[in-house]
C-alpha cells in the first residue's frame, strides 16, 4: 500500500463526482499533493496511521471553488463607479481609469488583493483575463493558489501591447515562461468581438488548435452589442463566431445574456462553455443569462464573478446563491436549476471551462488536492437536512475555515497561512488615495 502524507475527514463530503452525493463520517486521503483515496473515516485512519489527521466535526469538505471568470486587478477599482449603465461605465470611468493607472505594480497589487479575498472565501482557482498576465501568472504562483491566466488580446493600444500581434506574441511568451507549473495555466483572451478583429481571430483559432489552449472571451454581454453587430456586419456575434470557427469545445463565452433558441442549440452542439456572470450582469443591467435553458440543453456552464469593479466582490457563496434564485425567477418555476447543480457549476464545469476537468473540480481519487471546509455549526447553519442545499442558500463565504491547494494548507481557522494580509491591505489602501485624488 502507498504511504499517505494526510487525512482530512469531516462530519460530510460532497464530492460533486458522482453527482449530488453527500457522503458522511468519511476522510480524503492525500499523497504527494493528489487524492489517493477516499473512505471511511475509521478505515483511513487504520489503513494510515503514520499520516497527520485533520478533523473537521461540524463542516463538510468539498472540492475548492472556481470563479470562471475574474479581472484580478481591478479590486482596485471596486465601488470607483457604481450605478451606472455599462456603456457609460466603461467608456467615462474604467477605461479612462486604467488607462491612466493600470501599471505592473497595480496588477500585482490588485491581484494580490483578490487572490486574498477568493482565498478566505474558498476559491481555490479562477480563471483570469487582464493586462500584464506575467505579473499576474507570478502572484499567483507566489500565492500557493491555481488559476487560468489569460493571454488577453485587443486590437487597440494599452499599456500592456500595442497591437494585436503584440498582444499574442507577448502572452505566447509569457506562456513559454510558466510552461509545465503545476498551478499556472494559460489561456487565449480575446476581450470580446467588438474589439477583435477577423485576421486576430482566425490566429488564435489555429494557434488555439495546435497548442490546445483554451480561450475565453466575453460574448453577447448586452443587447447593444448584438444590434451593433447586426448593423456593422450583418450578423450576431455568435454567427460571426461560428464563421470563423471559434465555436469549439476550446471555447468559454461570458455572459451570454442575449441568446436565442438556435444559438443554445448551436453550443451545444459544438461543445462551447458558458461562464455565467449573474451578479455582474444584475448590477450593470446587462440582461439575464438564460441559465435554465443552456443546462437542460447539455451545456456546460461555469460560474464567475467577473471583476470586483463591478459585482463589486469575487463572493463565490453570493454567485451561486444568486445564480440559483435568479434561475427559478426567470423561469417561473421552484425546481429549476438545483442546488446541486448550482454547486456543480462553481466547482467541476468551471474546471472544466477552462480545460482543467481532469486535474480540479471534483473529489476522485488521482485528482489535485484542493480541498476546502465549510464551517456549518454557525446558527444560520442549522439544523442541516441538506448539505449541498445548505452550501448554496445559507453559507457564507465567512463560514470558510480551512483551505487546501494540491495538498498544501493555505487557510487554517480562516487564517492565511502565507499571504501577508496587513502588508496587501496597506498597498490597496495607497491606491485607493491616488485613486481617488482623480475620481471622488
Known amino acids: 500500500m502507498h504511504p499517505a502524507d494526510s487525512i482530512i475527514s469531516a462530519r460530510w463530503i460532497v464530492p460533486i463526482e458522482p453527482f449530488g452525493v453527500v457522503l458522511e463520517d468519511h476522510a480524503i486521503v492525500v499523497r504527494d499533493g493528489r487524492i489517493l483515496a477516499i473512505l471511511r473515516r475509521d ?116 499599456v500592456w501591447a500595442a497591437s494585436a500581434d503584440e498582444y499574442l506574441s507577448k502572452g505566447l511568451a509569457v506562456r513559454d515562461q510558466f510552461k509545465g507549473h503545476p498551478r499556472v495555466s494559460m489561456m487565449f483572451a480575446p476581450h470580446a468581438p467588438y474589439t477583435v478583429s477577423d485576421r486576430t481571430f482566425e490566429k488564435i483559432r489555429v494557434l488555439a488548435d495546435e497548442l490546445d489552449v483554451p480561450v475565453q472571451m466575453h460574448v453577447h454581454e448586452t443587447a447593444g452589442e448584438v444590434s451593433n453587430s447586426e448593423m456593422e456586419s450583418g450578423c450576431r456575434p455568435l454567427e460571426r463566431l461560428g464563421a470563423l470557427g471559434m465555436l469549439t469545445p476550446l471555447l468559454a463565452a461570458v455572459h451570454m445574456t442575449q441568446l436565442e433558441a438556435d444559438e443554445i442549440a448551436v453550443l451545444a452542439a459544438r461543445g462551447v462553455s458558458v461562464v455565467h456572470c449573474p451578479e455582474s450582469n444584475l448590477k450593470l443591467a446587462s440582461g439575464l443569462c438564460p441559465l435554465s435553458k ?29 445564480a440559483a434564485l435568479l434561475a427559478k425567477g426567470i423561469a417561473q418555476r421552484a425546481d429549476v436549476v438545483t442546488a446541486a447543480e448550482v454547486l456543480r457549476m462553481a466547482t467541476l464545469s468551471g474546471a472544466r471551462a477552462l480545460g482543467l476537468g481532469d486535474r480540479v473540480g471534483s473529489l476522485e481519487p488521482g485528482k489535485e488536492a484542493d480541498l476546502i471546509c465549510v464551517d456549518f455549526s454557525r446558527p444560520a447553519s442549522q439544523p442541516v437536512f441538506s448539505p449541498i442545499s445548505q452550501l448554496v442558500y445559507t453559507a457564507s463565504r465567512d463560514q470558510v475555515t480551512d483551505v487546501w491547494i494540491a495538498g498544501r494548507q493555505l487557510l487554517e481557522d480562516g487564517k492565511p497561512l502565507i499571504a501577508d494580509s496587513k502588508a496587501i491591505l496597506g498597498r490597496a489602501s495607497a491606491w485607493a488615495d491616488k485613486l481617488r485624488s482623480t475620481h471622488g
Open 43 to 158: 478505515d483511513a485512519l487504520a489503513a494510515y496511521p503514520a499520516a497527520s489527521h485533520v478533523h473537521r466535526p461540524n463542516h463538510v469538505l468539498l472540492p475548492g471553488l472556481i470563479n470562471a471568470h475574474t479581472h484580478a486587478a481591478m479590486t482596485l477599482f471596486r465601488g470607483m463607479a457604481d450605478d451606472l449603465p455599462l456603456d457609460i461605465w466603461l467608456n467615462q470611468h474604467i477605461w479612462p481609469a486604467e488607462a491612466r493607472w493600470v501599471t505592473g505594480d497595480f496588477v500585482r497589487d490588485g491581484t494580490e488583493l483578490a487572490l486574498l479575498e477568493m482565498l478566505q472565501g474558498g476559491t481555490t482557482t479562477c480563471g483570469e483575463m487582464y493586462f500584464f498576465p506575467d505579473i499576474v501568472a507570478r502572484a499567483v504562483a507566489d500565492s500557493g493558489m491555481r488559476a487560468s491566466v489569460g493571454m488577453i488580446v485587443l486590437e487597440h493600444p494599452t
Open 294 to 322: 443552456l443546462l437542460a440543453s447539455g451545456v456546460n456552464v461555469a460560474l464567475g464573478t467577473d471583476g470586483a469593479a463591478s459585482n463589486n466582490d469575487l463572493d463565490m457563496f453570493g454567485e451561486m446563491r444568486t
